[in-house]
């Protein structure tokens, strides 16, 4: 076994008095999953409300109450079912506070200040985002330690193009001559993402170099609020963006453009958005996390059953939530897409999943996975190259995948459905390209375009 797959934790918290009793009500089998996801068992779901945990006194959490904030994209949906559905509760979690951001920007903001300064204890995040505000790097210098708690979901994200290049042969592959056209007619490309240096800027990054283009000379990158890309897109001041469901589809439905690729298309299962708290929180709270994760846990299962979604729709499109027509996510949400360029997509491993995908776990927060956020960081210029010596000690120090494992056990989860690695191996993408954990820089070595 490697360096890279041991099991790192020295920090372990105060050890419960045995596994958490599930009761009489239990997680709903996570019946339809996708025809090529591994077929394991899984606990059963509640009814709704979630009946009260069986907690001990060792497993009663320190605090009743977490600050959590939330962007109206489905990433988030395993959070506000977890509020919803009674999850948050059952576990001792009775005054979970789910708090809307406007930005990414918001939100770094507000878990800079934290809950008791009246902003957020943590909640969801793009990766890096974890670890540059642990750094400092986007807050000004002033480092905000977190820890990565849980992977909330993988897919559900896209890359849309303004209706005025259909026909033109951008898709998941594109010929590099359509930017240089666009150039030489003095006009250039502009995409946007939703917040820099993470998720959605790697996604529309890797898909330009893919093709031959290089996203630092060849087009114009934008930095747009989530909420604002169909309007921006509609107006004719940007010719694409990357961002999550349901705003990809949205403009779709609205004429507006099309989907380019799915994020899917690009990297099968791959990670997408996390669930990370302070790490004074989490010290002080070592219980109360665990019964946060469970709660998160047990959503991620429920929102995986497709005979759940239209229920899922019904909550999360509401004003307090996404604030959207249902219609604009009952589609995608079962994994149909029309692409608006006359392609459709009915694959429901090509949907948003939460709890398993085609290669295992989609809640495990693997390693291998940040350290490819680090990796694409340093390739970009984000990072410094030196980032690569020292990365594997920074992802122990930020990944808690310990206690993710811990709270899976205390919950019942079946050991067939518990990693027992921090790696997920080697990963490929569409153009064939690999990453081996193992060896991040022959990963690096092997891109023909990148800022180092």
Same mark, same amino acid.
């Given at each position: 076994m490697s360096d890279f797959d041991k099991n790192i934790s020295r920090r372990r918290f105060i050890a419960t008095a045995g596994a958490t009793a599930l009761g009489s009500v239990l997680l709903k089998a996570c019946g339809n999953p996708p025809e090529d996801a591994p077929k394991a068992s899984s606990p059963t779901t509640a009814s709704t409300p979630a009946a009260q945990a069986n907690l001990s006194p060792q497993q009663k959490p320190e605090v009743t109450k977490v600050k959590l904030?939330?962007?109206?994209?489905?990433?988030?949906?395993?959070? +506000?079912? /977890?509020?919803?559905? =009674?999850?948050?509760?059952?576990?001792?979690?009775?005054?979970?506070?789910?708090?809307?951001?406007?930005?990414?920007?918001?939100?770094?903001?507000?878990?800079? +200040?934290? /809950?008791?300064?009246? =902003?957020?204890?943590?909640?969801?995040w793009q990766m890096p985002m974890p670890y540059l505000l642990s750094e400092g790097i986007i807050t000004d210098k002033q480092k905000v330690p977190m820890y990565v708690l849980l992977q909330l979901n993988t897919q559900g994200n896209g890359i849309a193009v303004a209706g005025k290049h259909k026909g033109q042969g951008v898709g998941l592959k594109v010929d590099k001559a359509f930017f240089d056209k666009l150039k030489s007619g003095g006009s250039t490309f502009k995409a946007a993402y939703t917040f820099p240096k993470a998720n959605q800027e790697f996604w529309i990054r890797y898909w330009l170099a893919a093709n031959g283009v290089n996203p630092d000379s060849d087009v114009e990158l934008l930095t747009v609020p989530t909420a604002q890309t169909v309007a921006n897109l509609k107006s004719g001041t940007m010719d694409a963006f990357s961002t999550g469901d349901p705003w990809s589809y949205r403009l779709v439905k609205e004429n507006i453009g099309f989907i380019a690729a799915l994020t899917p298309e690009i990297w099968k299962a791959h990670p997408e958005e996390y669930l990370a708290v302070r790490a004074d929180w989490v010290d002080k709270n070592p219980i109360a996390t665990k019964a946060m994760l469970k709660a998160v846990m047990e959503a991620q299962q429920w929102c995986d059953n497709f005979d759940n979604r239209k229920e899922l729709v019904d909550i999360v499109s509401t004003r307090e939530y996404f604030n959207v027509p249902k219609e604009i996510l009952e589609s995608t949400i079962m994994g149909k897409y029309d692409m608006g360029d006359g392609r459709k997509i009915d694959d429901k491993s090509m949907a948003v999943l939460y709890w398993k995908d085609a290669k295992g776990s989609v809640s495990y927060p693997y390693q291998s996975h940040d350290l490819w956020f680090l990796t694409e960081s340093v390739r970009w210029g984000f990072l410094p190259k030196e980032t690569l010596a020292t990365a594997k000690d920074?992802?122990?120090?930020?990944?808690?995948?310990?206690?993710?494992?811990?709270?899976?056990?205390?919950?019942?989860?079946?050991?067939?459905?518990?990693?027992?690695?921090?790696?997920?191996?080697?990963?490929?993408?569409?153009?064939?390209?690999?990453?081996?954990?193992?060896?991040?820089?022959?990963?690096?070595?092997?891109?023909?375009i990148k800022s180092i």
């Open positions: 904030g939330f962007i109206p994209i489905v990433e988030s949906a395993p959070l +506000i079912i /977890a509020k919803e559905k =009674g999850f948050f509760a059952k576990y001792g979690m009775t005054d979970v506070e789910l708090a809307k951001q406007a930005s990414w920007g918001a939100a770094r903001d507000s878990v800079k +200040i934290g /809950a008791s300064g009246g =902003g957020i204890d943590g909640g969801q920074m992802i122990k120090k930020v990944n808690r995948q310990d206690l993710w494992i811990e709270a899976a056990k205390e919950a019942g989860i079946p050991a067939a459905d518990i990693p027992t690695s921090t790696s997920r191996g080697i990963e490929e993408f569409f153009d064939g390209v690999k990453f081996d954990p193992e060896n991040p820089q022959a990963y690096l070595d092997s891109l023909k």
